[in-house]
Every structure is written in C-alpha cells, then in structure tokens.
C-alpha cells in the first residue's frame, strides 16, 4: 500500500526497479534496445511479500483478493463495501476474529556466498510485518530474515538461505549521474511481477519532506505501486538509486518518481550488516536557514550560504569543539555547506570518532575549529539559551524601526509571561502589528538573548549593539529569540540613522 506524504498531490511510498542509467563524461544516445540489459538484470530483482495480522473491525487494509486501484477511486470503495458485507456476521456488525493481509514489494540482491543472500528493499516494504518472504524470478519463494532497518532512510536488509545460485547487483556511484542519463527501472507494480520501465534522471538533490537527509534523484521512469525498494540502475547495470516514492494526484505514475542515491544507501546498508542498526555521525547542534537578511547582518560575502547554528547540545561534539550560537558552518571536513539540509547528511555519513575541520563565519571572518563526531543519540536534548547578567529596570523601552517593546527581565515580567527561571535576556513586552517584528513572527513573551552573536541583558545593551550594526553599514541586524519554539535566530532591521537610544 503507497504511504500518503501529501494530501493534495500525493506523494506515495511505492516499490519500483529502474532501468540503468548512463554517466559517461559525454552523453550517450538512445539506445536501439534495454532488451540485453532487462536481461541479464531481471534475475537479481526479487518480490517481496509480507504478511501481517490485523484487526477486522476499523481496518482500513486492503482485503486480501480485491483489486488495487488508486487511493479515493469509487471503484476501491465499491470492492471493499463488498468485501465488508462478506466479512460481516450476519448480524450487521463485522467479525471480531484478525485477519492476515499481505501486501507487495520489491527488492534486489546484493551478495550471496555459501548459501546466504542479502537483500535491500524500502523500510516502509516490510515494516509491521509478521512473514516477510522473498520471491525469486522463477518464482522460487524464500523465507527471509529482518537483518537491520533504518526509518530516517526507509531501507531494510533481509537475509535469505538457499542451495539455489542468486545473481547479485552491485551499487554504483550516484555522484555521478547527471540529468538527462538514461535509467532503467525493474519491479513488481500491483503484484505482477518483473516488469521493466525505462527513463530518464529528471532532477537530482530534491528534498520531498519525507525525511532527515532527503536527497532524492527524480526519475520518469514509470513507477507504481510494488514497485518500492526496487533498484535503479545506470547504463553500465549498476544500482544508483533505490525507488521509494511518486510524487501522484491519483495513486498511479505520472513521470515523478523518487529513489534513494546509492551513495547514501551503501553506507546505511553497511552498517545494517555489521550492526543490524545504523550508526550515524553527531555533532549536537540546532540549525536554521541562511537568508539573505542574515547574510548581510553578519558580513557573509557571496550570499546566503552555509547552515546558521541556533543552539548547541551542552557536553556534544559541538560544544566540546566551540561552536557558538551565530557561527555559519560553511564547511564541514571539506565539504561545501551549500545550505541547511547538506549539513546533518554530510555529518549523519562521517565516521563516528574522526576529528574534522569545521569551517565557521564568525565575527565578520571565516575560523577553523576541530570537532571530534559522535554517534547520533536517540534522543537529543534541546539546547539551552546561554546565561546572561540580569537587570533589575524592567521599564518598557521602544526599539524604533522594529516595531516591538522591550524590557530587562524582573521578577513581575517573569511572572507574567511564564518565563522560566533559567531565561536571561530582554523580553518582548509588546508587538506593533504589521511591524517588521510581527512579520517576522515575534511575540509578546518572547526574549531576546544575543544580538549580533552578542549576549544582552538590558535595553540599552541591545540598542547599542543595533546601533554598532548600523554604523558598519548593516541593513539589517541579527537577533537570537527564544520563544515557545524554542530558540531561532531572526534578522531585523537596523534602526534608523534618527533613531533614539534606550536611556541607560
């Protein structure tokens, strides 16, 4: 069954295998044929089949035997009103007894020595259930073992025993692929059994919200449902992608698909082998967007780039590697930090142990700082604002041109907006609708704690620091804000050049 991501156009989770895929240095025609090529691949992509026991009543599983339409469509609603009725009692209230439902997908073998296989398929193909089975071309069924599985990817290894020789695949390089390569998709779509598509890569590096590392080559080579945890395969018959999802308004291929780059599913596969769970790169900290307003509030040449840090895990690799709340990480052991969401996949695929340059901007320069990274915990705690010195005014000072109202934190204001007793900074005590704070979403209640990578305490402190941004010639300013989402770093504008000062 697809796994509904989007409500609108859906994104499914599906099972699919694709067709090779060229990445010569020059571009190759068409090929006259994929028949060679489907060939001596078709035996190395299996089915996979599970089962699973679930509960009649609320069940929203598709019955075993109904036919498999796109999700909404009234003929799926028709099958499975029929299907009740034939489930119900004769009482007018469906059975209590469970159930076994089945569901399919695909898969492929990547080794096989002295009667073992090992075979990769998506998480989602397996998960939940009771029997998992691998079903060969010759329709050979085996039995197979769960030996790992990763969610934050959406792989599983399974594990296989046979007398019967397996044609294993092997991974290729997905760094290497480029748009417009040709690839060749090969699954089980609806539980029909090997069946070829052919494409082309259409995008690479997209990010679906499906996950921590999305970084997904986009295909359009036909992909449907059972077709997920199937290989996508370059010209040469390497895998260079594993299909996980369509991007569909009605459940059915319409030339957007979704596969994992082998370059990231080698390493996750690796480690589900030796450890049976995947063992993933640390650094502990929160990070948020480089825009274009935080660029220039900080002198960051070149445009907004790099993954800003908007929190530090006390006692994590960062924080043993002096990494601030502020620093821009610009690049991480050689890697360009081109945004956001290239840092936690870049630092998920370094080994565990190994010291790293940290290339940081901070204080209007790039700094070179050493992190020893650590394995990912299951559970990370949320980072907390650094201490400031406290202030006993607690009068209310206008901060011109940002439109908001703040005040040194007293025992009353603490009270008063529930601050904890660990806040240190100046607290927001009153917006201006449709100022550049409320547009940028600050609220009454909210602290300010550094402006300008600088810890403030009273209104005066924070104007000056405005003020020393505007003299540099700054547009805007950088203000760190701890709110009920936690901490967020927020740019503003500098004040006016006749802009008033907080009175000391």
């Given amino acids: ?17 694709v067709a090779p895929l060229a990445a010569p240095a020059v571009a190759r025609g068409a ?17 996979i089949q599970t089962t699973q026991t679930v509960q009649a ?26 299907f009740d009725r034939q489930q119900r009692g004769g009482q007018g209230q ?61 792989l599983a290894l399974l594990r296989v025993k046979t007398d019967k020789q397996l044609q294993p695949v092997r991974f290729g390089n997905s ?16 539980g029909l059994g090997g069946t070829v598509t052919a494409g082309i890569v259409s995008a690479r590096g997209r990010d679906i919200r499906i996950g921590p590392y999305d970084d997904f080559i986009q295909t359009d080579a036909a992909i449907n449902r059972g077709n997920s945890g199937g290989p996508l395969f370059n010209m040469a018959g390497e895998v260079v992608g594993i299909n996980t999802a369509i991007f569909s308004p009605t459940g059915g291929s319409i030339g957007i698909g979704f596969a994992i780059p082998a370059n990231i599913a080698t390493n996750v596969v690796a480690q589900l082998r030796e450890f049976g769970r995947t063992r993933r790169g640390w650094l502990g900290v929160r990070i948020q967007q480089v825009t274009d307003e935080i660029a220039e509030s900080v002198g960051l040449q070149g445009g907004p780039r790099g993954a800003l840090v908007a929190g530090v895990n006390e006692g994590g690799p960062a924080d043993r590697a002096r990494l601030q709340n502020g620093d821009i990480v610009l690049r991480f052991d050689g890697h360009e930090i081109r945004e956001m969401r290239t840092l936690p ?29 650590g394995e990912l915990p299951e559970e990370t705690q949320q980072a907390a604002a650094t201490p400031g010195p406290q202030d006993r005014g607690g009068r209310p000072v206008e901060v011109p041109g940002i439109g908001m109202r703040v005040a040194s934190i007293t025992p009353e204001l603490r009270e ?65 804000i701890e709110g009920q989402q936690g901490l967020r770093w927020v740019p503003l504008p500098a004040a006016p050049q006749g802009g008033g000062r907080a009175p000391g």
């Fill in 416 to 480: 008063r907006f529930s601050l904890s007793a660990e806040a240190r900074g100046v607290v927001v005590v009153e917006v201006t609708p449709n100022s550049p704070a409320a547009e940028r979403g600050i609220r009454a209640g909210d602290v300010v704690v550094e402006v300008q990578q600088e810890a403030v305490a009273t209104p005066a402190e924070l104007q000056e620091r405005i003020d020393r941004a505007r003299q540099a010639g700054r547009r805007n300013v950088l203000m760190l």
């Fill in 175 to 190: 760094e290497s692929l480029r748009i417009g390569d040709w690839v060749l998709a090969i699954g089980n779509p609806f």
């Fill in 94 to 154: 469906p059975q209590q007894r469970p159930r076994r439902a089945q569901s399919l997908g695909s898969g492929f073998i990547i080794e096989y020595s002295n009667g073992e296989g090992y075979v990769v398929t998506n998480n989602h193909v397996i998960d939940g259930a009771d029997e998992v089975s691998v079903v060969l071309t010759d329709n050979t069924s085996l039995r197979a073992e769960v030996v790992g599985r990763d969610q934050r990817t959406d």
């Fill in 57 to 82: 009543r609320g069940d929203r599983q598709v019955p075993e035997g109904m036919p498999q339409f796109p999700p909404g469509s009234p003929f799926e609603e028709f099958f499975r009103e029929f």
């Fill in 345 to 373: 996949r870049v630092v998920a695929e370094t080994p565990i142990g190994k010291q790293v340059p940290v290339v940081v901007w901070r204080s209007g320069r790039e700094q070179t700082l050493t992190a020893t990274v």
């Fill in 31 to 47: 090929p006259e044929s994929f028949a060679d090529l489907a060939e001596r691949l078709l035996p190395s992509v299996v089915n």
């Fill in 1 to 17: 069954m697809p796994l509904m991501f989007r409500p609108a156009a859906a994104l499914l989770a599906i099972g699919l295998l």
